[in-house]
């Protein structure tokens, strides 16, 4: 069955923080090869879209508000617009979106909103974990990233992981059965199984 994913991402080419955006380019170039693809990230110019393909279109939305005190007011200012876009998308197309694949806890927010709006399940892709990236994680900025990942753990329909290591990270530090979250690694079952996980979610709404 063909998808339209939705694929919510913070980093992604020329915005290049770490791998994750290497990750996410290579997804979505993978996935738009036998799937409608919409990815919808973050710009600091105007907004932007591209069509990259008939199966691959990019959304670069900027950030309403400005300056921030910090990457959690930057994120929640931002999911407002995130939102937006999404919904323009969701009703311009004659078909709807069948998933949404958001990347970290950036946009937790926006995707649990469009999931409650709209009824479009989604998959939570976690690469890293707030506790285990931060020298100080009992801070009051990493204790709200923290929340943050733990509301996208619960309202999430499956969780991805891209190491054994960080799915028992994951179900320790969210309390989430290990049923819920599947470990993917970067492996030539990589796409079928991410697809094979899209479609578990998809067959249980």
Known sequence: MRLTIAILTWEYPPRI?????????????????ENDVCVITCHDAP???E????????????????????????????????????ADIY?????????IDDHEWQFVTAATALKRAFGIPFVL???????????DPSA???????????????????????????KSEVESVHQVPPSKVRYIPESTSWLGETLDTYNQVIAHQ
Request: proline fraction near 4%; glycine fraction near 2%.
């Open 91 to 99: 009703y311009d197309k004659s078909r709807k979106f069948d998933i």
């Open 125 to 135: 892709t976690f690469h890293s974990l707030e506790s285990k990236r931060s020298s």
């Open 17 to 33: 923080v770490g791998d994750m955006a290497y990750y996410v380019e290579k997804l979505a170039q993978e996935l738009s090869k």
């Open 140 to 166: 009051p900025l990493s204790a709200c990233i923290k929340g943050l990942e733990r509301v996208g753990a619960y309202e999430s329909d499956k969780i991805i992981t891209r190491s054994k290591l960080l």
């Open 51 to 86: 069509k990259v393909s008939n199966s691959l279109e990019i959304y670069r939305v900027p950030n309403p508000v400005k300056p921030h005190v910090n990457v959690v007011t930057w994120a929640l200012s931002l999911t407002s617009e995130i939102q937006r876009i999404v």
């Open 47 to 49: 907004y932007l879209h």
